[in-house]
Structures are given as structure tokens and as C-alpha cells.
């Protein structure tokens, strides 16, 4: 796995608003942490489109991996285990990874 990487994730249990059940999520983590721990930093993504998408969401199109026209949500930005990993399917290109940090900033107040 690798920073950029979709991959199809098992997020199951998930506890009251949290992102559950088996879904795409995007690698955020640098790789130099997949290799040093079993840990790795995801943002999950759903094909519910809201009718308002705010700056703090990123709409992937099918070019990404995903299977039909989805969202990035970075407010739901998690740490998991390795073993959640079910099966890589596609690659962000780095234009959108630089979108996905900008709004990373964005979140955490980060300059």
C-alpha cells in the first residue's frame, strides 16, 4: 500500500456517525509509516453525493478507481489497522492528492 492508494476497506464496527461497513478510502499515511508500524491513515469516501458539497469534500470521478462519481471526506479522517486493507483498487492522481491536502489544512487549521 501506498500514500494515494484507493483502496476497498472493512470499517465495520463503527460507532454512532462514524464511517462503517466495507467501502473505498483513500491512503493519506506516508509510506514510511505502513512500513514501520500496522497502522495507516485513511479518508473514507461514499458514493452519497450531498446536494451541497462544501470545501471540506472532494468529488472523485471514475478516472480515481471508484466505481461510480463519489466523495472524499476528509472530516472523517481515521487511523486503522493493516488488516482492515481488503483490496487496492486505483490510484489518486497528484493533482487531487494536493486538493486532498489543501483540505486537510483546511480542517485542521493548518497553514
Known amino acids: ?18 464511517m462503517h461497513k466495507k467501502r ?16 495507516v491513515i485513511i479518508i473514507p469516501i461514499s458514493s452519497q453525493i450531498p446536494q451541497t458539497v462544501g470545501p471540506e469534500m472532494i468529488i472523485l470521478h471514475k478516472d480515481a478507481g471508484v ?16 488488516a ?14 494536493n486538493e486532498v491536502e489543501e483540505t486537510i489544512k483546511l480542517i485542521l487549521d493548518l497553514s
Do not use: Y
Open 24 to 39: 473505498p478510502a483513500l491512503i493519506i499515511s506516508r509510506n514510511i509509516i505502513h512500513q514501520a508500524t500496522t497502522s
Open 67 to 82: 466505481e461510480k462519481t463519489s466523495v472524499l471526506l476528509p472530516i472523517f479522517i481515521r487511523c486503522i489497522d493493516q
Open 1 to 18: 500500500m501506498n500514500r494515494g492508494d484507493i483502496w476497498i476497506v472493512n470499517l465495520d464496527p463503527g460507532l454512532g456517525r462514524e
Open 84 to 97: 482492515r486493507l481488503v483490496k487496492k483498487i486505483g490510484n489518486l492522481p497528484m493533482k487531487t492528492m
